[in-house]
């Protein structure tokens, strides 16, 4: 239950984290010339990276649990 509850959590922190660092990354590279429309590609793809692994991670123990019993 606590997995499904930590997977389902990972939702809403996505988009936050998405948001918060795309914020930060437009500040930060403001002065670069790259278009807002790219940066925001770029942070959504290495949070879209992160957060798979984020899940996949539980879901392979449980998978592996599963198995091993």
Do not use: C, Q
Not at 23 to 29: N, Q, Y
Not at 35 to 56: C, D, P, W
């Amino acid at each position: 239950m606590i997995l499904f509850a930590g997977l389902f959590l990972l939702i809403p922190f996505y988009f936050v984290s998405w948001w918060s660092e795309f914020l930060v990354s437009k500040k930060m590279l403001a002065d670069t010339g790259i278009s807002k429309n790219n940066i925001k590609i770029k942070v959504r793809n290495a949070n879209l990276i992160t957060y798979s692994l984020l899940a996949f991670w539980p879901i392979g123990w449980y998978v592996v649990g599963y198995v091993l019993k």
